[in-house]
């Protein structure tokens, strides 16, 4: 187990450093850093002085070394915008967008499991049908299209939710569905074809052949094995809703880093974009290696293999 998750956890790191010289080339590829933060009336003199302030006179890879060292210690540099630090602003911002991800999350799996454990039990009757026909819905279905349908119907025509900002627990409800709506039909159909590779098993043939109720079979020997890829799933989908949450938050005007990433876009707030896209990537790959571990020990051939 110990070499298992020495070799993930390599593979992690890898894949970090590469997002994070990634990130930081394609941002200096975009354009002249110095002219976008000095502004297009600026004089080449004063385009100059800000190349030398903010360093961007160095060789790029000294900057990218250097970027890297300090991000390493949460020194992600000052906003060009805000004017304080980037680490303050994405330390007030995160609570809301973790906040917005995990009840996305626990939404799309509360409806997803049981919508595919009862398709493989009833597999190719009507209900089984009106579950993949659900699926396909989910996925046709823009996410901003279903936050501005959710806001019209429950926000605006019948004023039971609020249409925008976090001041309760209500705010999270419409953005919430939004969000966890988009990965119902994955986590659906990894259920559903899990629970029906394990009802097919022996040991499931034996354990009704004892007699044993059908929920008994299903969720009791059935279930643990046939979830197994779905812990994988659910950490990568959780990854996906935070990166998501960008438009989710403009929809809803929930001032998370979705909606903080948007507003750095729009201002050119490099040090900003950067930390972002650094974080949510390094969260992402925490996730995902969390979910390698947590899947090796409910199932030990992932170990041997």
């Given at each position: 187990?110990?070499?298992?998750?020495?070799?993930?956890?390599?593979?992690?790191?890898?894949?970090?450093?590469?997002?994070?010289?990634?990130?930081?080339?394609?941002l200096h590829l975009s354009g002249d850093l110095a002219?976008?933060?000095?502004?297009p009336e600026a004089s080449p003199a004063q385009v100059a002085q800000v190349r030398q302030e903010y360093g961007l006179d160095r060789p790029l890879t000294v900057q990218y070394l250097d970027w890297l060292w300090r991000a390493v210690h949460l020194d992600f540099g000052n906003s060009f915008y805000f004017r304080t630090t980037v680490a303050s602003i994405i330390a007030e911002r995160m609570p809301v967008t973790m906040t917005l991800g995990a009840i996305s999350l626990m939404i799309s799996l509360v409806i997803a499991v049981p919508l595919g454990i009862i398709a493989a039990v009833f597999k190719g009757t009507l209900?089984?049908?009106l579950?993949?026909?659900?699926?396909?819905l989910g996925q046709a279905i823009p996410t901003f299209c279903l936050g501005l349908g959710l806001i019209i119907v429950f926000a605006v025509?019948?004023?039971w939710l609020p249409v925008s900002g976090t001041a309760g627990w209500m705010n999270y409800i419409l953005p919430s569905v939004a969000l966890g709506w988009y990965a119902v039909p994955a986590v659906m159909r990894l259920s559903r074809n899990g629970m029906l590779e394990v009802l097919s098993a022996d040991y499931?043939?034996?354990?009704?052949?004892?007699?044993?109720?059908?929920?008994?079979?299903v969720l009791k020997h059935a279930l643990r094995n046939a979830i197994i890829p779905v812990v994988a799933l659910a950490a990568v989908q959780f990854g996906f809703m935070l990166g998501g949450s960008i438009v989710v938050e403009a929809v809803f005007s929930m001032?998370?880093?979705?909606?903080?990433?948007?507003?750095?876009?729009?201002?050119?707030?490099?040090?900003?974009?950067?930390?972002?896209?650094?974080?949510?990537?390094?969260i992402y790959i925490t996730l995902t290696f969390v979910?390698?571990?947590?899947?090796?020990l409910l199932d030990p051939r992932m170990r041997v293999a």
């Amino acid at each position: 187990m110990l070499a298992f998750t020495l070799r993930r956890l390599v593979v992690a790191l890898s894949v970090a450093l590469t997002v994070s010289l990634i990130a930081f080339v394609l941002l200096h590829l975009s354009g002249d850093l110095a002219t976008s933060i000095a502004g297009p009336e600026a004089s080449p003199a004063q385009v100059a002085q800000v190349r030398q302030e903010y360093g961007l006179d160095r060789p790029l890879t000294v900057q990218y070394l250097d970027w890297l060292w300090r991000a390493v210690h949460l020194d992600f540099g000052n906003s060009f915008y805000f004017r304080t630090t980037v680490a303050s602003i994405i330390a007030e911002r995160m609570p809301v967008t973790m906040t917005l991800g995990a009840i996305s999350l626990m939404i799309s799996l509360v409806i997803a499991v049981p919508l595919g454990i009862i398709a493989a039990v009833f597999k190719g009757t009507l209900i089984d049908r009106l579950a993949l026909t659900f699926c396909v819905l989910g996925q046709a279905i823009p996410t901003f299209c279903l936050g501005l349908g959710l806001i019209i119907v429950f926000a605006v025509n019948l004023r039971w939710l609020p249409v925008s900002g976090t001041a309760g627990w209500m705010n999270y409800i419409l953005p919430s569905v939004a969000l966890g709506w988009y990965a119902v039909p994955a986590v659906m159909r990894l259920s559903r074809n899990g629970m029906l590779e394990v009802l097919s098993a022996d040991y499931i043939r034996t354990a009704r052949a004892k007699g044993l109720s059908p929920a008994v079979v299903v969720l009791k020997h059935a279930l643990r094995n046939a979830i197994i890829p779905v812990v994988a799933l659910a950490a990568v989908q959780f990854g996906f809703m935070l990166g998501g949450s960008i438009v989710v938050e403009a929809v809803f005007s929930m001032h998370g880093v979705g909606h903080l990433a948007w507003e750095a876009i729009a201002r050119n707030d490099f040090p900003v974009v950067q930390a972002v896209v650094l974080i949510l990537a390094a969260i992402y790959i925490t996730l995902t290696f969390v979910a390698d571990v947590i899947n090796a020990l409910l199932d030990p051939r992932m170990r041997v293999a």
